[in-house]
Structures are given as structure tokens and as C-alpha cells.
């Protein structure tokens, strides 16, 4: 994806490689986060022995809190259940006590006391209710510890990296409640993570909380504890209820608001709720509007592919989404030639940190720019945008950024004037490989040779092709009538330009990529799918794309991989060379609907949908392993993407768009289905809210025996619904 740079070259991992001592989901699989503190706990809600792993709670890509762990008589409790509810809100896990044993008898049988743990994330602060409740028929004594530490380890050293230098951690106890863990960075800011006890316990020592207390038959007692990232001076002193009551609230208006799709089929009703509540928990609120974060634990932070092709995914029903994506990326468009963050003026941002390692230039990526694709990405976005709503004046406010990029295109990205755009590292430090497959071994000649910059990608032309021709007609409606047509000429002149150099006949598909030598890279790759959402290709050749796509050697029956099976570097358990990643069949399902091939956009809806079907909470992850469907089986997980994960979460959507022919038409007030075709296990949807010009209309989609029918319900009159062949 991005700069996880999750790659082993010649047997040495790299600056930036994620270690993966275990796997996340196996060991961390309870995900909070709210703006930009959030926080992974494993079944019991602990935190213990994270080392690295991704365990705690974060804040701005600091770890602040990395143990934290309930006691019963000096034993973990026993797993009763642990889920995070539907607005992903809160973690309520419940718990029993183990036999405790003292001198051979045992004290206190198993299963007598009762202990929930709710626990949600509220702005910057992360609270804890444990309610303990006594079910014996006798007073019952509770020994409770709670146990809490930090290491205040930054995100990449989290990750695997080393510092030779560190700053100092010192733990002050203000009170009989309170505990403050403070960090003296090398970066001269201050951190702290303050946590305080309520009600007070009966003794607190620098790394831990004793409580003892008894409980009469069906008594109970509740311990909160506020841990808070920042000041103990600006800490909050809200009681549980409130900032409870408020994190609630803002999940049910972000739920109530904006499209929802509705389903008779309980699963496919499932997929698109969980995939709203995890945008939603992913955004964080930018001065420019909403921005998703790319994902957790390793991408808590805005990146700018990921939060594009979020946007693009989810247009149809969130352009508000859309609108901020490019008013961000717009604020933080480079200015300026800076070799070390592969900046060039125009080019928009790869990803923005603001951790310690980050501000002192110990990993370049503070505010770093090493990516071939988000420039035109932005540009065919704000197209797509302008179509999706006719916003003409954020089109006038955000001309100058779009002439920029465009001017990046054209200048840095072509720097060979050969009309392909094409990457190459500039800082030492930076990503060797700029599209979004950006591990070091994942652009390969067909004798499994790595490509040799620089590098033109063949989805990255596909995306430069789409953005010219849609902001032809912006500059059209701004009144620069000859900018438009100089844009469609150029575009025109790509397009030949790409499927004479990049087709290989051979194959049935488009090269995964042109190296310095403007040798085609002759592999069979996902890459040539996403070629098809921008309409490049020509039917003729989009039609061989298609078919070849869903061979067996490429379709897994859960999803396309993203290298052949066929290929010299060939690895269903690698990150980039046969895996599979939900938003990049997403992208392809898209470009199958562009052409009308919804039946087979409907194959991939279908295998995403099942491999949903087998994971915890329906959440699509980052990527799954490519191995082959097997009857009865389920996908191989693999062991440090990402859960939740933007675009993947914004993978349904699309999906529901591609086999619908969905199209919002502004300038008519319509909304067009074309030659509508859903996999069978959708018999009838409802999407509400659906807005277009703030109008508002609800639509029933109902599919039989492979007739799909739709049927405004309650709309303004204002605008139409309409099916066509």
C-alpha cells in the first residue's frame, strides 16, 4: 500500500519493513480509535508484552500507553465473550474469575463475580467502567490489580525500526489516584499519559493499582479510570457518563446521516453497517472537511492515494468525503523542490506523520511525497467530483492546485517527454517503488528480474488519461474553452501512445509496467485491471482484460490476485505478489462496469462478500493471502494488514456501483441504472439518503431470478430514477 514498504530485499529487510513477530488479528483484534488516538487490545481488553506489536494506545503515531492489564487474585480472568459494538464505539468485554486457590483449597470458585469491562476512546482520552458483581450467596472478598506502564515508543520503531537515542520516560503519583507517565522527546516536545483511579484504590505504586474490597450476594462496584493523552493540566474531569453519552451521539448522527444501504439478507445488511461505522471511525476532521486515515495500527494518518481512492470508491454516496480529500491534499500540495521528501512543485502528498522519528528526520516521512499516482489521482477526483455534484465554485477555489498538478504531470512526471509518467527515487531514504504496489520486489520482469527505474506504471497512465479528459470539461465550464480541448488532445494522444506501447498480445493484457529502458514489464497483474476504471483500453482489448482476469491463475474465487500464478515471484503469502486486496477489486470491478461487464463485476462482489462472511465483524482487511478457494474454507488471513483499513472498507460500495451501473447525473437530476446485474445472494436492497443537488431520494432495488428492478420510494420529484438496458 504505502510506505509500509513491506519488503525483504536480498535477505535484509529495510528501513521501513513491518516486523511480523504475530499476527494482529490473533493477538490484537479489538480496534478503538477516535481523531487521532486510537488503540489495539486483545480479547480480554489487555494490553501485555506488546514488544512489537502494535498493542496500546496510540496518539499522533506515539505509543502511550503499551500495558494494561486486570488482576484477580494476581490471575487473569477468565474469557467470557469481547466485541465492539456495531458503531465501533465500544469494547465491552465480559469476564469471570478462575478458581483461586490458597493452601490447597480453593477461595473463591470459578464463575462467582462477574466483571464487564466498557471501554471507548472519547477526542484524546481513552475510558474505562469495570463493573464487578458478586453472584455468590455469600459476601465474597475481590483482590483487583490493575496493571499500566508505557514505553512511549514511536509508530516505526513499533514497527521494527532502530534509535540509537531515546528520550526519558518519568512516572509521577500527584495523589492517591492519579499516576502520570511523562516523555521528554529528543524532539523537545513534551508527552504524557495521565491516568486516574475513581474511586481511588487502596493502594497505587508506579506500575500498578491494588484494590480490595468485599461484596455482599448480587452487590456490585464500579472502578473508572480515565487515561488521558496530553497535560495532566488540560485533563478531563468529565464524569464516564458524559464523554460516553457524546461519543454515542456523534456515532448515531454519522450513522443516520449520508447514505445507508439496507438489505433483506442480514450478512449483506452487515457488510455495508461495518463498512460505515469503520469510515467513520477512520475520519478525522481536518480544517478542510473529513479526511480517512488509512488504516490501523501501521496507517493512522492521512495518506493521500488511500484517502483519493477512498473517496472515488465511496462518491456515489459520500461526496462531502470526496470534497474533503481535495481541500486537504490541496492545503498540503508541494510548493517546492525537496530531493529528500521526493517533492517537486504540484505533486501531492503521499502521507503526513507528526511522530518524533518523523520530526527529526530519523524516517523521511514528516510530510513526504514519493507517490507516481496521487497527483493524477487528485486531479481525477476533483473531475469526478464536479460531475458527482456540479460544485463549480470549489472547482474555481481549487483551479490553481489542478493547473499545479497538471503542470507536475507534464514537467516532473514525464521528465523523458515520452508521454508516460514514470517514478524514481530522489531521497535516499524514500520508497524505491511509488505506485501503490510499493514494496521493493513488486515490479518484475517476466524472468523475475526486478525493473530497473524509471518506472511507468500502466495504471498510473490509465489515471492521467481519465483526470485530462474529466477536468477538460471543468476548464470548459470555468470558460477556458481551448485549455479543455488542449486536454482532451492530450489525452487522446496517451491513450494511443499506451496501447501501443504497453498491449502484450502474447499475454491478453497490458504490461504491469515500462522500466527505465521503456522495456514492458510482460507479467500478469491485478495492475492491468485497474487500467479499465479509467476507460483507456479499447473495448476490444478491455473485453481480453476481463477474461484473462478471471482465470484461474488470477481469480482465486475469493478475489484477483495481484500478481499470476504463473509469475516468476509468484507468493500467495507475500504483500504485493499474490495476495489480494479488496479495493483493488474494487477498482477492477469498476472498470469492469465502465465496459458493461457486470456479470463479471458481480463474481468479484460475490467472492469479497464471502470472504467477508468468514471474518470477525464482516470487516474486509488491508489484504488476505492469495491461495486458492477451497470448499468449505475460509481466506488465509494475513498476519499484519491492516483491520479496519480505508479503502477496503470503502471496497463495498464500489462494488454495489459497478454491478448496478450506478450513475448520479447532476445536470439531469437523475439517478441511472445501467443494465443492472447483482450476484444472487442479494435479493433486495434499500439505499436511503441518496442526495444529489440536496435533493433527497430513497430507492428499492429488488433482483429476481437475475432481473434487477428498481422503485423510487418517497423521492422529491425532482429528480428521476431510471433503468435502462
Not at 486510537?38 to 501485555?48: I, K, M, R, S
Not at 527529526?360 to 469526478?384: C, N, R, W
Amino acid at each position: 500500500m504505502d510506505a509500509r514498504a513491506d519488503d525483504v530485499t536480498k535477505g535484509e529487510a529495510s528501513s521501513f519493513y513491518i516486523q511480523a513477530t504475530t499476527s494482529i488479528q490473533e493477538r490484537w483484534p479489538r480496534t478503538l480509535k477516535h481523531g487521532d488516538t486510537f488503540a489495539l487490545f486483545d480479547q480480554l481488553g489487555d494490553v501485555t508484552d506488546p514488544g512489537l506489536t502494535p498493542g496500546g494506545i496510540f496518539h499522533n503515531d506515539m505509543r502511550y500507553l503499551s500495558e494494561l492489564e486486570l488482576l484477580l487474585f494476581d490471575q487473569r480472568p477468565l474469557l467470557l465473550s469481547s466485541a465492539i459494538d456495531e458503531d465501533n464505539v465500544v469494547l465491552t468485554v465480559d469476564l469471570s474469575n478462575p478458581d483461586i486457590y490458597r493452601e490447597g483449597a480453593v477461595i473463591l470458585p470459578r464463575e462467582t463475580l462477574h466483571i464487564r469491562r466498557s471501554r471507548f476512546i472519547w477526542r484524546d482520552t481513552c475510558y474505562e467502567r469495570i463493573a464487578v458483581r458478586n453472584f455468590n450467596t455469600q459476601r465474597q472478598q475481590c483482590l483487583m490489580e490493575i496493571r499500566t506502564g508505557t514505553d512511549f515508543a514511536d509508530i516505526f520503531e513499533v514497527r521494527g525500526a532502530q534509535r540509537p537515542r531515546r528520550g526519558t520516560i518519568r512516572t509521577e503519583r500527584p495523589d492517591g489516584a492519579s499516576i502520570h507517565y511523562n516523555y521528554d522527546g529528543l524532539d523537545d516536545v513534551k508527552r504524557s499519559m495521565c491516568i486516574r483511579f475513581d474511586p481511588a484504590p487502596e493502594k497505587l505504586e508506579d506500575g500498578a493499582a491494588y484494590y480490595d474490597f468485599e461484596l455482599a450476594p448480587d452487590e456490585s462496584v464500579s472502578i473508572v479510570l480515565t487515561m488521558y493523552c496530553g497535560s495532566s493540566k488540560s485533563m478531563p474531569d468529565d464524569p464516564f457518563s458524559i464523554p460516553y453519552r457524546a461519543a454515542r451521539r456523534e456515532a448515531r448522527k454519522a450513522h443516520e446521516g449520508g447514505v445507508v444501504v439496507e438489505s433483506t439478507h442480514r450478512l449483506v445488511a452487515g457488510l455495508f453497517k461495518r463498512a460505515k461505522s469503520d469510515l467513520q471511525m477512520l475520519t478525522t476532521i481536518t480544517p478542510q472537511g473529513p479526511y480517512p486515515c488509512a488504516g490501523t495500527p501501521w496507517f493512522s494518518t492521512p495518506f493521500g492515494r488511500d484517502g483519493l481512492i477512498t473517496a472515488l470508491l465511496t462518491l456515489w454516496a459520500s461526496p462531502i468525503l470526496a470534497k474533503g480529500v481535495l481541500g486537504f491534499l490541496a492545503a498540503n500540495q508541494a510548493t517546492e523542490d525537496n530531493p529528500e521528501a521526493d517533492a517537486q512543485p504540484g505533486k501531492i502528498l503521499h502521507e503526513i506523520r507528526h511522530s518524533e522519528m518523523t520530526v527529526l528526520k530519523e524516517v523521511p516521512f514528516g510530510k513526504y511525497y514519493g507517490s507516481a499516482d496521487s497527483t493524477p489521482l487528485f486531479v481525477l477526483l476533483a473531475a469526478h467530483y464536479y460531475e458527482r455534484t456540479g460544485d463549480l465554485g470549489t472547482m474555481r477555489a481549487l483551479w490553481p492546485n489542478i493547473e499545479a498538478a497538471l503542470g507536475w504531470i507534464d514537467k516532473y512526471g514525464d521528465r523523458d517527454n515520452d508521454g508516460f509518467v514514470e517514478y524514481f527515487r530522489e531521497g535516499k531514504d524514500g520508497l524505491v517503488n511509488q505506485g501503490w504496489k510499493d514494496s521493493s520486489d513488486s515490479i518484475m520482469h517476466a524472468d523475475g528480474s526486478l525493473a530497473q527505474g524509471p518506472i511507468a506504471l500502466c495504471e498510473v497512465q490509465g489515471y492521467v488519461y481519465a483526470a485530462k479528459r474529466g477536468i477538460a470539461d471543468v476548464a470548459r465550464q470555468l470558460g477556458d474553452k481551448a485549455r479543455g480541448e488542449r486536454l482532451k488532445a492530450e489525452a487522446e494522444s496517451l491513450r494511443k501512445n499506451f496501447e501501443d506501447k504497453f498491449w502484450c498480445e502474447e499475454l491478453g493484457t497490458y504490461a504491469l509496467a515500462l522500466d527505465g529502458g521503456k522495456k514492458p514489464c510482460r507479467v500478469r497483474s491485478s495492475n492491468a485491471g485497474q487500467v479499465l476504471m479509467s476507460e483507456i483500453a479499447s473495448r476490444e482489448r478491455a473485453h481480453r482484460v476481463a477474461q484473462n482476469l478471471l482465470t484461474p491463475e488470477m481469480f482465486s474465487g475469493w478475489g484477483i490476485r495481484t500478481l499470476s500464478m504463473d509469475a516468476p515471484r509468484y507468493n500467495p503469502i507475500s504483500y504485493h505478489d499474490g495476495s489480494i486486496w479488496p479495493h483493488d477489486n474494487a477498482i477492477i470491478a469498476l472498470g469492469l462496469g465502465r465496459y458493461g461487464f457486470r456479470r463479471e463485476a458481480s463474481l468479484l462482489f460475490r467472492g469479497m462478500f464471502d470472504a467477508a462472511c468468514h471474518l470477525d465483524l464482516m470487516r474486509l482487511p488491508e489484504l488476505f493471502c492469495g491461495f486458492p478457494r477451497r470448499r468449505l474454507g475460509a481466506p488465509t488471513l494475513y498476519p499484519v494488514a491492516c483491520m479496519p483499513q480505508a479503502w477496503a472498507s470503502a471496497a463495498p460500495y464500489a462494488f454495489l456501483e459497478a454491478c448496478l451501473g450506478l450513475h448520479c447525473d447532476y445536470d439531469r437530476r437523475e439517478v441511472h441504472f445501467r443494465n443492472p446485474h447483482l450476484p444472487a445472494f442479494v435479493e433486495e436492497l434499500r439505499i436511503r439518503n441518496l442526495a444529489i443537488a440536496g435533493v433527497t431520494t430513497h430507492i428499492l432495488i429488488r433482483n429476481r431470478d437475475g432481473e434487477v428492478s428498481v422503485t423510487a420510494e418517497g423521492s422529491d420529484p425532482d429528480i428521476a430514477v431510471r433503468l435502462s438496458k
